[in-house]
């Protein structure tokens, strides 16, 4: 990427000259260092740019979480079987208004 820029003319000036200082104002080993520097500062970039994204996810996960948590607290209803005549089959249902069983 680092070429791909200085090919299209985009050099960060700050970087271009760091890297001229490093090579004793030798234009083809300022290139190098160029690369070096640029690249080292891409990976910068992109480590802060994953952090924000991943503390701007931790922040929405723990919203969910809170809205699980508050539910978590709710009554539980027992389960009941209840076998159905016609089929032979067991169907499951919640009973409020026979708590014991």
């Known amino acids: 990427m ?3 820029e200085m090919q299209e003319g985009v050099i960060r000036d700050g970087l271009w000259a760091q890297a001229l200082v490093e090579a004793t104002y030798d234009k083809e080993k300022a290139k190098a260092i160029y690369i ?10 992109t480590k802060k740019l994953l952090v924000k994204q991943i503390q701007q996810a931790l922040k929405s996960d723990e919203v969910k979480r809170k809205d699980f948590i508050s539910a978590s607290g709710l009554k539980k209803t027992p389960l009941i ?3 159905v005549a016609s089929s032979g089959r067991v169907q499951r249902f919640q009973s409020n208004s026979h708590p014991g069983l």
């Open 2 to 4: 680092v070429l791909r």
């Open 36 to 45: 070096r520097l640029r690249a080292a500062n891409m990976q910068e970039d």
């Open 81 to 83: 079987k209840c076998p």
